[in-house]
C-alpha cells in the first residue's frame, strides 16, 4: 500500500477556496450587521438605501480574516486563543489556520474605529444601536452582565440567538425589526407652520440678542444660523416644498420651531400678539417631535428642542409642565449617553463638548425648578465638576465669566439639594457660605461690582447673576427660618438669618434694577420668581416687613410695574401694548399693594405706641398671621 501523503495544502490553494466559498456566501455588510438587520448582500444594499447611508455600505475584506504578521495602525494583530497554540508560522511548512468567515476576533480599536465611522454627526441613534452600546444600561444591567456569556460567546451561536431573542425585547430592542420612519405627509406637514422668511429672520434675531446671551440652550447658535440659511433659500427655490430630505432636517424643524417660540416671547410684540405665535410654535414644535418618533429616535437637537420649550412653558407661567418636561428631556439625554462624563462614554454619537455643553443647560434648567419648588433635582448624575471652569485657575487668570458663573452656581444648588433628598438633614449654612465665597473671588470684575461695568451687557450680566446668586443663597437657608424647622441655636442662629434676609435685600434689589437695563428680566419666568418672591417674601417675614429698605423696594417695584401697565395705553401703534402686564404680573402687582398697605398700618400703629421701633427675638420669622394670604395666591400662581 503506497504511503498516505501527510502534506497539506498549500497557504494559496487555501486562500483561493476560501475566497470562492465567501463570493457564494457573501456576508451581510457592516452596517446591516452591526444593526444586526437583513441585508440584501448587494453593493450598495437596499437596507443601506433605504436608511440613508449608501456610502457607509462596506464589507470586510477577506483577507482582514487572515493573521497579519506586520504591525497595524490599531495595533498589534490578535490570534484566538483556541487555535493560538495549533497555529504555526508558514515558513516551517506548517500553514496559518484561517479563520472564520464569523470569527468575532476583531481588535477592540476597529471596533471603535468603525462604529465613530456609522455614527450620525447629529446625534440620532437608531434603538438597537442604543441597546448595543449600552448608553442608557448601566454597568451592573442585565445586558452588561448577561452580553460576556453570551453574545460574546463563541463557541455556541445558539447562545447570542437566545440573547437577542429574549433580552433585547424586554428592554423595548428587536434587531429584527427596523426603526420606524416618519411618513412623508407627516414631514410635509413640518413646512406648513413656519410664517414668512422676514418674521422667522426676526424672531430668530430676537433669540440671538435677547435670550441666548442669558440662557445657553443652543450651544452651536452659528451652526442653526446657517441652516436657517439654507432653509430660508431653500424655500425660495421650492427645493424643500415637498417635505424634509432627512430625518436630520426633521429634527432641526423642530429645534426651530422651538427657536422662535421662544423669540416670540421675547419679541416687541404686544401681549396679545406674542402670546398667539409663542403658542402656535410651541404646538407645533410638540407636534413635529411627535412625528419624528423622537421618544424612540432622540438626537441632540431633541433635546435642545425639549429644553426650549420647557424654557417657553416657564415663561408662559407653567413652570409644573415644565418641570414634568424635564424629567423626559433628562431620561431622552440619559439614552444618548449624555449623562456619562468624557471618561466613562465609550460609545456615543454625540462628541463629549456636545454632551458637556448638554448637560450644563439641562443642569441650568433643573436647578432652578428644583430651588422654586423645593424638590429633589433629575439631573444630579448629570453634575460633573470636570465640565465647570476650575475655581482655582479662573481665580488667578481673567476670572469666569456670566455663563461659567451661573453654572457653578447652579452646581452649588445640585450639590445641597440632592444632599438634603438623600440624607434628610438640611445643609450646613458655613459650607453653603464658604461656596459661595469661592465662587465669588473667582468672578470677572464686572460681575463683582457695578462700577467695573464698562458695556450695557455687563451691567445686565452683573445684575442678572447677582439676583439668582442671593437668591441661590436665600433658598438654601430659607429651611433655617422656616416655620416647620425648630429655631436654630443662637450662635449661628441670627448670623445666618442676618444672611438669609441681606440675600432676599440684594436679590429683590438686582431684580428691580434688572427691569430697567434688560427686557428679557421682564419676560423670563427665572428673573420673574426669583426677583418677584424675594420682595414678597421681604414684605412677608415680621423683621423685614416694615423695614425703610423694603419700604423702599416696594415703591420701586410697584412703580416698575405701573409705569409697564400705563405705558401699554399711552403709546398707539401695533406695538402699543408691548409691555402690558400679564396676569401674572398683575396678580403680583396687587399683592405688594396689599402688603405695602398692611406694612403702612402697622408702622402707623407702632409709631403711635412706641416712638422707637421694636424688635422680635422670635428665631421664627415667617408669621402665621391672616396676612399672609396676601401673597399666597400669587405663589401658586407663580409656582
Partial sequence: MPPQSTEQPSPSLKQTLRNRHLSRNRPSCLPCRERKVRCTKEVPCSTCIKRGHPDLCTYRDSTARQPQHHHSPQGPPRVSPATSQNTRHPQRG??????????????????????????????????NEQVANSSLLDDNSLVAITRPHSSATTDNPDRTIAFQAGILPLLGATPEEPASDTSPYSRAALYNGFPDDQLILELFDVYRSRVHPFHAITYNLDEIEQKLCVFINDRESGASASSPRSLQESHWLCLLHAILASGAQFSDFNLQRRSEVSQNHIKLSFEALRSTDYMARPSKFTLQTLLLLGSALQNDMKPQAAWVLGGTTIRLAQCLGVHKSSRRRSHSSISSQEASSLRMAIIWQDSLLSLAFDRSPGSYDMDHEDDLQKLDVAAS????????????????SLKYLSRKSTTGSSPDPKSIFHDMELIENALLGHLKNRSSCTSIRQVQEFYAFSLHKNFVVATLCRSFVSVIRPPVESTNGESVIGRFQEALKSSAR????LRHVAGYARRSWASIHNGLSSVLLLSLMKETRNTADTRELQIELINSLVEADAGS??????????????????RALDALKRL?????????????????????????????EIDASASSDYFTQLE
Fill in 94 to 127: 506548517v500553514s496559518v489556520e484561517p479563520s472564520s468567515p464569523y470569527d468575532p476576533q476583531i481588535s477592540t480599536a476597529n471596533n471603535a474605529q468603525y462604529e465613530n465611522t456609522v455614527k450620525d454627526s447629529t446625534g440620532i441613534q437608531d434603538p
Fill in 569 to 586: 395705553e399711552s403709546v398707539g401703534g401695533i406695538d402699543s401694548t408691548a409691555h402690558q402686564l400679564s396676569d401674572t404680573h398683575k
Fill in 596 to 624: 405695602k398697605s398692611m406694612s403702612d398700618q402697622d408702622r402707623n400703629t407702632e409709631v403711635s405706641r412706641n416712638p422707637l421701633e421694636g424688635g422680635s427675638d422670635e428665631m421664627n420669622t415667617f408669621p402665621n
Fill in 510 to 513: 438686582a431684580y428691580v434694577r
Fill in 397 to 412: 487668570s481673567e476670572g469666569l465669566g456670566y455663563r461659567p458663573a451661573m453654572n457653578w452656581l447652579c452646581h452649588i
